[in-house]
């Protein structure tokens, strides 16, 4: 018998209160009780984006709402900055090409964090810059882009909105959007609002709903000026998904009940233990200095093959975790720590990790990296 866990940075583990909430008879979304229930969930999700723009919900992956963030503040020609550090950042350059937007990429070593001199002599010498997009947490490599730096460069610029892909990092590490002055924020569902996959979430700044005013670029389905006029009368422009909706109530509450606080406490101790415990096994990881605290990518060591290693994880011990993706295929293995995660979920995949190198023939001390997370975890 094989308990398989979701230990991928997406889907994640759902809790079994959601699931029970998803499961009842699908209500009707022009019904007032529906109505009821969205006023909660705008209201949940503002608290979880830390904002009091209107945060709108579409029934697509993330991606989808990556894509509405491009065609509702751009216009055909206009030129922006892409910050491409892994397979996402390579994504906000492929909407763009396909919308006609010229873009220049910030290219970054895969695992690295961008430097933010590097925008912001990139906006000194192009001042026609129309957008910054980056991820705030890269999940194909675990790094995690200083975004608070990049919203202090941009912000100064009344012509330039800053765009941030927080799809892996909103509900794990602080990202205030209005403090911080983010124009567009985007999260999806099947990460830390540990629900399945299905809807995407995006909120303006006031900054931002200006360039909507402007931007020519077609748009349908995700026209951002037409959702929030329905959303402010608790409503969708099409029909939502509407069970994944009342999941999403239940995931909100959850947010609420624990702190927003806690939340980030949780994941940077679960993320630093399970640091410190690859470290502990001599392995390296992919993004030492600044890491997400969403996933930890770890190199697959010399002689080890990282796909078998994350194919051994699943057939021992129905362990999910995900490989590398594109350039990094084979080369490292990644473990989450997003969303439906507590101490011991770590210490399950910091033994299995041990378990699986040792009888791959890696010399491991066994229990050298579960005692590692456990010093973290016990404090
Ligand atoms: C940072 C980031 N951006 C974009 C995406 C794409 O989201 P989706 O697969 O939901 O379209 C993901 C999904 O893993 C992600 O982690």
């Given at each position: 018998?094989?308990?398989?866990?979701?230990?991928s940075?997406?889907?994640?583990?759902?809790?079994?209160?959601?699931?029970?909430?998803?499961?009842?008879?699908?209500m009707?979304?022009?019904?007032?009780?529906?109505?009821?229930?969205?006023?909660?969930v705008?209201?949940g999700?503002?608290?979880?984006?830390?904002?009091?723009?209107?945060?709108?919900?579409?029934?697509?992956?993330?991606?989808?709402?990556m894509?509405?963030?491009?065609?509702n503040?751009?216009?055909?020609?206009?030129?922006?900055?892409?910050?491409?550090?892994?397979?996402?950042?390579?994504?906000?350059?492929?909407?763009c090409e396909?919308?006609?937007?010229?873009?220049?990429?910030?290219?970054?070593?895969?695992?690295?964090?961008?430097?933010?001199?590097?925008?912001?002599?990139a906006?000194?010498?192009q001042?026609?810059i129309?957008?910054?997009?980056?991820?705030?947490?890269?999940?194909?490599t675990?790094?995690?882009h200083?975004?608070?730096?990049?919203?202090d460069?941009?912000?100064?610029?009344?012509?330039?909105?800053?765009v941030?892909?927080?799809?892996s990092?909103?509900?794990?590490?602080?990202l205030?959007m209005?403090?911080?002055?983010?124009?567009?924020?985007?999260?999806?569902?099947?990460?830390?609002?540990m629900?399945?996959?299905?809807?995407?979430?995006?909120?303006?700044?006031?900054?931002?709903?200006?360039?909507?005013?402007k931007?020519?670029?077609?748009?349908?389905?995700?026209?951002?000026?037409?959702?929030v006029?329905?959303?402010?009368?608790?409503q969708?422009?099409?029909?939502?998904a509407?069970?994944?909706?009342?999941?999403?109530r239940?995931?909100?509450?959850?947010?609420?009940?624990?702190g927003?606080?806690?939340?980030f406490?949780?994941?940077?101790?679960?993320?630093?233990?399970?640091r410190?415990?690859?470290?502990?096994?001599?392995?390296?990881?992919l993004?030492?200095?600044s890491?997400?605290?969403?996933?930890?990518?770890?190199?697959?060591?010399?002689?080890?093959?990282?796909?078998?290693?994350?194919?051994n994880?699943?057939?021992?011990f129905?362990?999910?975790?995900?490989?590398?993706?594109?350039?990094?295929?084979?080369?490292?293995?990644?473990?989450a720590?997003?969303?439906?995660?507590?101490p011991l979920?770590?210490?399950?995949a910091?033994?299995?990790?041990?378990?699986?190198?040792?009888?791959m023939?890696?010399p491991?001390?066994?229990?050298?990296?579960?005692?590692?997370?456990e010093?973290?975890?016990?404090?």
């Open positions: 018998m094989l308990k398989k866990q979701l230990f940075p997406g889907p994640t583990p759902v809790p079994e209160r959601v699931l029970l909430a998803m499961a009842g008879p699908v009707h979304h022009r019904d007032p009780a529906y109505e009821e229930l969205f006023q909660e705008r209201e999700l503002q608290y979880v984006f830390q904002t009091k723009s209107e945060v709108l919900v579409f029934a697509s992956s993330g991606t989808g709402a894509e509405g963030a491009v065609c503040t751009l216009s055909r020609g206009d030129e922006v900055l892409v910050v491409r550090g892994g397979k996402f950042g390579e994504r906000w350059g492929e909407i396909a919308y006609g937007v010229s873009f220049t990429p910030i290219d970054v070593p895969w695992g690295k964090a961008v430097d933010p001199l590097v925008i912001e002599k906006l000194d010498t001042p026609a129309k957008a910054v997009f980056v991820q705030a947490s890269e999940t194909s675990g790094a995690m200083p975004i608070k730096d990049i919203a460069i941009v912000k100064k610029r009344d012509g330039t909105i800053l941030v892909d927080a799809i990092a909103l509900g794990v590490s602080d205030p209005d403090q911080w002055g983010l124009d567009v924020v985007i999260s999806g569902s099947q990460k830390a609002f629900l399945p996959p299905g809807l995407s979430f995006v909120a303006l700044s006031a900054k931002a709903w200006g360039f909507v005013e931007s020519t670029l077609p748009k349908f389905y995700f026209n951002f000026k037409e959702e006029a329905s959303v402010q009368k608790n969708s422009q099409f029909t939502p509407i069970s994944l909706v009342v999941g999403l239940e995931a909100l509450r959850m947010f609420k009940e624990e927003l606080e806690n939340v406490k949780r994941h940077e101790k679960l993320a630093r233990a399970t410190e415990a690859a470290t502990a096994l001599g392995l390296e990881l993004a030492p200095e890491p997400s605290n969403a996933l930890t990518a770890i190199k697959a060591p010399e002689g080890v093959d990282g796909k078998k290693l994350k194919k994880f699943e057939d021992k129905g362990l999910i975790i995900a490989g590398g993706q594109s350039q990094l295929k084979g080369k490292i293995i990644r473990i720590h997003i969303g439906y995660f507590q979920d770590i210490i399950q910091v033994s299995a990790l041990e378990l699986v190198l040792k009888d023939g890696y491991v001390e066994l229990g050298k990296g579960v005692k590692a997370a010093e973290i975890l016990v404090s």
